[in-house]
């Protein structure tokens, strides 16, 4: 079974700042997914980015950025420019796509989480 | 706007009762799962569905149970409540051939078991 650990239940960052959120994840499969979501107080689950494992280039997005470490297991989530509206817990999730049936299944494995503040 | 909309919004049960929530799927998105997630925890995998079966399954019990519909809306089932059972309920749509598309998710069922 694939885990998933955030280390840092809670973080700040001042605005404007840079902020890092580390993952670590445990997994023997070579091919799978690993995402960040934002979950701001609306409960809503955003997807932040997305970095599939077979690529090794880090996946970008605007002021989101991972730093993917294949070897490692880890999977961290760099945040430029921290504003306001990023407070909100992050969680890092992995998936390993796999027939079932003839179909898909895509079940997601979530870490516990970091609490984000960004501090006017 | 992920266009997964879910009822109820909040409920509050009774020990013993049982719930059905209510999930509506993005349009084209025929595989749809469901997530519980607890006070400070991450969600936890609940069960899948596609074209109306059941195609994975998390670590619950068979009290959990689910419904798919033509029009892939669904529905998740929790007899005999339990305490623990209070959570937040998360469906998530996907399309099939998922290759690592997006999931969008519902803004969530609050359960709270008394």
């Known amino acids: 079974a694939q885990t998933v650990t955030q280390s840092q239940p809670e973080m700040s960052v001042q605005e404007a700042e840079t902020v890092t959120l580390s993952c670590t994840y445990d997994?023997?499969?070579?091919?799978?997914?690993l995402f960040w979501y934002k979950q701001p107080p609306s409960r809503q689950m955003i997807l932040v980015i997305r970095?599939?494992?077979?690529?090794?280039q880090n996946a970008t997005e605007n002021r989101f950025s991972v730093n993917f470490q294949k070897a490692a297991k880890s999977f961290s989530l760099k945040i430029s420019d921290s504003q306001l509206g990023d407070t909100a817990m992050y969680f890092c999730?992995?998936?390993?796509?796999?027939?079932?049936?003839?179909?898909?299944?895509?079940?997601?494995?979530f870490g516990k989480g970091t609490k984000l503040s960004v501090i006017p | 706007e992920t266009g997964v909309t879910q009822s109820p919004t909040h409920l509050i049960k009774t020990r013993g009762q049982q719930v059905t929530l209510r999930c509506s799927s993005q349009?084209?998105?025929?595989?749809v799962s469901w997530y519980q997630q607890a006070l400070g925890q991450g969600p936890q995998f609940i069960f899948q569905?596609?074209?109306?079966?059941?195609?994975g399954r998390g670590n619950f019990p068979p009290r959990f149970s689910g419904l798919q519909f033509p029009n892939y809306s669904s529905e998740l089932n929790v007899n005999a409540l339990e305490l623990d059972d209070s959570a937040l309920y998360l469906c998530?749509?996907?399309?099939?051939?998922?290759?690592?598309?997006?999931?969008?998710f519902g803004e969530g069922s609050w359960l709270t078991v008394v």
């Open positions: 569905y596609y074209r109306e079966e059941e195609n």
């Open positions: 999730a992995f998936m390993k796509p796999y027939s079932y049936s003839g179909a898909g299944s895509y079940q997601l494995t």
């Open positions: 349009s084209g998105h025929n595989t």
């Open positions: 997994t023997s499969e070579s091919n799978y997914y």
């Open positions: 970095q599939e494992a077979y690529k090794q």
């Open positions: 998530a749509s996907s399309p099939q051939g998922f290759g690592g598309n997006t999931i969008y």
